[in-house]
């Protein structure tokens, strides 16, 4: 059975940071992308980030550029969102979920499992 299980989300104040992780399961970890998307309420699904353990390349969303971090452990089928410089836009849902192949996309279709999500929360 194929799971994505994120953790790490909460209420932070502006400026701090959180570490999101995103466990995957059931399927070849290296063969697929893995990226993470935010969705806040009234607003569509957007893509953050994302990385490929084949691929060198990673995906910034412009407006997370120098504050997030993304990080791959293939050896515990772990992705890790390192959210620093919170600002009270970034709360959303934030979802992990893995494209087959091994290029990087932000596109949503492009991606076959999803995670339930976690909650971030940014005060002002």
């Known amino acids: 059975e194929v799971q994505l299980v994120e953790s790490g989300g909460g209420l932070v104040q502006a400026g701090g940071s959180l570490r999101l992780s995103c466990a995957a399961s059931?399927?070849?970890?290296?063969?697929?992308?893995i990226g993470w998307f935010r969705q806040a309420p009234g607003k569509e699904r957007e893509g953050v980030s994302c990385i490929s353990s084949r691929d060198p390349s990673t995906y910034y969303e412009d407006s997370v550029k120098g504050r997030f971090t993304i990080s791959s452990d293939s050896a515990k089928n772990t992705v890790y969102l390192q959210m620093n410089s919170l600002k009270p836009e970034d709360t959303a849902v934030y979802y992990c979920a893995a494209a087959a192949g091994w290029e990087c996309t932000a596109h949503i279709p492009d991606y076959d499992y999803w995670g339930q999500g976690t909650q971030v929360t940014v005060s002002s």
């Open positions: 059931g399927f070849t970890f290296d063969d697929y992308a």
